[in-house]
């Protein structure tokens, strides 16, 4: 089965948003999503109590238990959003006008870049204990069925680019070993070290792993197109 980022978008929405049309409830919760990422960001998750996200986020100290049994399960909804907001950099893969290898590319290339999107997010890849014992306190399965899904979207872009070539054993493998090298890259330091603008990095990246180290390609040209039509969409643009 084809797995689009708008449908995985959906499946996170009714996590974060149960109220559905609750306009009230959704600012509410927006509100103390917007603080606690804020905060977990600048003190780290221990430092951070449930007073000072409350603080931040104008409301009186019960309301968070209005949406959250406790701190634990705030985190894991603020990941949750995080998720969220990469994955919908991701809806313009559906556009038919883009070859299989583009595809692949652009969401690489954005995967690359998802880290400076995704701070909390990038604590707890980069071996936060807090952010860790934090998850003891919380069921862990809505967030792995997600990302199970994800994993068949990468799959399904690779398969494409590919053009079905691939053995099924196969296909996976190298799917998997591409999310891990995507978090590897996206983690490390030497992307700030390495002289160029960010966007142009994960773009030599992305032609890297498409196209091959020896191949000469048109990592400008795709650079331009990716971002150009990134700049058009409703998500803001990556700052470089």
Known sequence: MTIHANQLIDEIDAFLWPEED??????????????????????????????????????????????????????????????????????????????PRDRLRSMIALGVLASREMPVTNRLMQGDHELELAFEDVDEQVLADINQRQMRFTIHLLDEATNGELAEDDLNARGQVLINLLLAVALSTLMNSSG??????????????????????????????????????STPGVQT
Do not use: W
């Not at 931040?56 to 995080?82: M, P």
């Not at 773009?203 to 197109?225: P, Y």
């Open 22 to 99: 609750d306009a009230r409830q959704r600012r509410n919760r927006e509100r103390l999503l917007n603080a606690a990422t804020e905060c977990f960001g600048r003190f780290g998750y221990r430092k951070t109590s449930i007073d000072e996200i409350t603080r931040s986020a104008g409301v009186a100290k019960g309301t968070i238990y209005l949406y959250y049994r406790n701190k634990a399960e705030l985190l894991y909804h603020v990941l949750a959003r995080e998720k969220r907001s990469h994955l919908s950099r991701l809806e313009f893969l559906s556009d038919p006008t883009l070859s």
């Open 196 to 233: 160029m603008a960010l966007q142009e990095y994960a773009s030599q990246v992305a032609s890297l792993i498409v196209d091959g180290i020896c191949r000469s390609g048109d990592s400008a040209v795709f650079a331009e197109s990716l971002f150009n039509s990134q700049a058009h969409s």
